[in-house]
């Protein structure tokens, strides 16, 4: 299967930003937006904006996802919220893993693990990030890191949640710094990630797999992002947040 063959996803993901009144705004300037089947636009709302997304999306081509989830399926865990509960909302999409929850918030592969089979159980259709540090590409280890976090984060997975699972790849030096990866190093990334999965689950499920870039993509980079034979789409921070940028992000994606 090649690349035309496999769902290329642009999500947004707004992080801690956008007040309910202030989402109603945003997704009302996207609204217009082209359905097409080929390329799927995720926005990835705060919880509190999730039940105003779906209201103000409800017959648009914009779907909606939450930014994290928790493992187990209820009990006593003060603040956190659950793959049911987002399920039942009608959210169909979930960050997980995404390098702030892990540097701040203790996000480990064990439990990237168990979030991503928690979302799949449910039927939410998890945005799985991983990537390298700053520290870790400059040592020449970035391959070592992708390999073991996709081998820990997808352990225990059947062929079928891997097809399911999107993979976001995002180089951490890129969140949010303005610098991204050449073209080159991320088509790189995506393509030794898909190397793992084949040699993990075979080429069927490999070449299945959609995987994005994420790390500072704009409407300027966007084009020679997603040319890339393995890059599947992107995962986009802070130009989600500018209704003509994410919407130049999307046609880049329709068009290419
Ligand atoms: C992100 O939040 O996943 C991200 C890639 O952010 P930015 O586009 O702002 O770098």
């Known amino acids: 299967m090649k690349k035309d063959l496999r769902r290329v996803v642009i999500a947004g993901n707004w992080k801690m930003n956008k007040t309910r009144s202030e989402s109603t705004e945003l997704l009302k300037q ?10 799927i636009v995720v926005t990835c709302v ?29 009990g006593a865990f003060t603040g956190e919220i659950s793959a049911d509960m987002l399920k039942e909302l009608g959210v169909e999409y979930v960050v997980i893993g995404h390098s702030e929850r892990r540097q701040y918030f203790g996000e480990t592969d064990e439990t990237v693990n168990l979030r991503t089979k928690a979302a799949l159980d449910a039927g ?10 700053l520290e870790e590409r400059e040592a020449c280890i970035t391959e070592e890191v992708l390999a073991r976090q996709i081998k820990l984060d997808m352990a225990g997975f059947t062929a079928d949640q891997v097809k399911k699972t999107v993979i976001a790849y995002e180089p951490v030096w890129a969140i949010g710094t303005g610098k991204t990866a050449t073209a080159e190093q991320a ?23 959609t995987i994005q870039y994420g790390g500072s993509m704009n409407a300027k980079n966007a084009t020679e992002l997603l040319a890339q034979a393995d890059v599947d789409g992107g995962l986009i921070g802070g130009a989600s947040l500018i209704a003509d940028d994410f919407k130049a992000i999307i046609n880049a994606a329709v068009s290419g």
């Open 30 to 39: 996207l609204s217009d937006i082209s359905a097409n089947n080929d390329v």
């Open 46 to 74: 705060p919880f509190t904006n999730l039940e105003t997304a779906l209201a103000v999306t409800k017959g648009t081509a914009i779907k909606v996802g939450a930014q994290n989830v928790h493992f187990e399926k209820n």
């Open 124 to 133: 939410l259709i998890p945005l799985m990030c991983v990537g390298e540090l």
């Open 187 to 209: 088509g790189e990334a995506c393509g030794f990630i898909r190397s793992v999965i084949a040699k993990l689950h075979g080429n069927d499920v490999a070449n299945a797999v």
